[in-house]
């Protein structure tokens, strides 16, 4: 017996088939783990260029989209939907108490905005989300993201704020004040964590409440006045300028935009400006699957900006994929020249046994016979490999879970059914190879 090549072949088919299938299994693991913990690929979020600085942007009009540029997006190829969101007028400061308002603890304070979307783009409606005038609670819907910056981010850094589960975090007190002068506060609650929505969202009748009645007027709507040839005083509202209307010379008096200071026009050309109604300057769009190249080509051509929310982690899954075809082939390698080693050990096997075969061939015994006394020992070597190799898988397996656990990643400890699925069909290969090279040596025998 050539034992020493049936040992290489033995170890060489170990070592292919675990690799192999490994990253197999590690992949599909790894496939699984990034498509739960991103969001949708088919929403996405767009928004017009903000260029210069402040001095360049000081008094501009927002950015916002147009009903005439609503609706040509929408007739854009692979368009579904499109949402607006509604933001906030009015200065707001929220008071976060991880740890309660009584006891050991401190709150966190932090100026924030609220913006609003239709309720279809949200990743599900919360079952407390409604809002009236009577209600106790404002509603609030954060990004998932923002939860894993607290516990990995913020909280280690400060001994006062603990790290926080979802149910945790859904029953912090929240104060939140609104305006200049710090209405007395509002209580609210985080009721869900978007992995969809890069925004922190209220419901819409919360905001529009709030907007009419704590609302303030935008940089539009200031203007410089002009007094005998000379700008008077700080940038005034036009609410402002109507409380002066019963002054001296009222009507000699001039204004300009903000954004123009030498554009002047008479004072009573401010109360002939209509009252604009309110654009979303940031829109969400739901597309078929990917951005078609003429949704592609439109924004490029509008300059518009596209964020998806939460992109897909293209860069990470390229790294898997690479990582994932170099530990395939370099099992499939090995398999390969286990194949080719098994092949040429059995061919000297039967060499060996070339006097005692060929006998039996005489007495009437056929290929088929003789073959399967050669072929069941190797298919007791080679389920032997596999039983070695799946322990292997199996193990590996477990300690790359146990240490994914340590830094919060959750991975199921089955093996796949993909993988056992490949693994059948490079079984019945690997005997089907290795039996017609046994019954091709058997059969030389008579040549």
């Known amino acids: ?39 949708p690929k088919n929403f996405f979020t767009i928004n017009k260029k903000v260029e210069g600085g402040a001095l360049v942007n000081l008094g501009k009009q927002d950015e916002s989209f147009s009903p005439e540029e609503l609706k040509a997006i929408r007739k854009v190829d692979g368009v579904k939907r499109v949402g607006g969101f509604v933001r906030n007028q009015f200065p707001l400061t929220l008071h976060i108490w991880p740890s309660g308002k009584v006891g050991f603890g401190a709150a966190a304070k932090t100026d924030l905005f609220f913006e609003s979307i239709p309720e279809e783009f949200l990743d599900f409606t919360p079952q407390n989300w409604d809002w009236d005038e009577n209600s106790s609670i404002i509603p609030i819907i954060v990004p998932k993201f923002y939860l894993d910056l607290w516990n990995f ?71 410089f ?49 209509k009252e604009n109604s309110i654009q979303p300057s940031r829109i969400i769009l739901e597309i078929e699957n990917n951005p078609s190249p003429e949704l592609l080509q439109f924004i490029k051509g509008k300059k518009y900006e596209m964020n998806r929310e939460f992109p897909e982690q293209d860069l990470i899954k390229k790294a898997l994929l690479g990582l994932f075809l170099g530990v395939v082939a370099i099992g499939a390698l090995l398999s390969l020249l286990s194949i080719a080693t ?106």
């Not at 017996?1 to 693991?29: N, V, W, Y």
């Not at 001296?248 to 204004?255: A, G, H, K, L, S």
């Open 1 to 39: 017996m050539p034992r020493k090549e049936l040992i290489i072949a033995s170890i060489g088919c170990l070592l292919g088939t675990t690799l192999l299938f490994l990253a197999i299994q590690l992949h599909q693991d790894a496939q699984n783990y990034l498509e739960k913990s991103e969001g």
């Open 153 to 223: 981010g913020l909280a280690p850094s400060r001994v006062e704020y603990p790290s926080l589960s979802m149910e945790a975090a859904m029953g912090m007190p929240i104060q939140v004040f609104i305006g200049k002068n710090r209405q007395p506060p509002f209580d609210g609650r985080f009721v869900a964590f978007s992995k969809r929505i890069n925004s922190v969202l209220v419901p819409k009748k919360f905001l529009d409440w709030a907007n009419e009645k704590y609302g303030q007027p935008v940089s539009a709507d200031f203007y």
């Open 225 to 273: 006045l002009w007094k005998s040839g000379s700008i008077e005083g700080a940038p005034l509202s036009k609410e402002q300028l109507l409380e002066m209307s019963g002054k001296t010379d009222f009507e000699t008096w001039e204004v300009s935009p903000l954004g123009s200071p030498a554009d002047r026009s008479p004072i009573s050309s401010v109360f002939k400006v």
């Open 342 to 447: 098994f092949a040429t050990s059995y061919r000297l096997v039967i060499a060996k046994s070339a006097e005692h075969a060929g006998n039996l061939l005489l007495l009437g015994f056929s290929n088929q016979q003789i073959s399967k006394v050669f072929f069941s020992r190797f298919t007791r070597l080679f389920f032997g490999i596999l039983i070695l190799s799946l322990s292997a898988i199996y193990l590996t397996k477990n300690f790359l879970i146990e240490r994914a656990n340590e830094i919060g990643i959750e991975i199921n400890g089955i093996i796949s059914s993909t993988t056992i699925f490949y693994l059948c069909i490079y079984t019945i290969v690997f005997l089907l190879i290795n039996k017609q090279v046994i019954e091709k040596s058997i059969s030389s025998l008579l040549d």
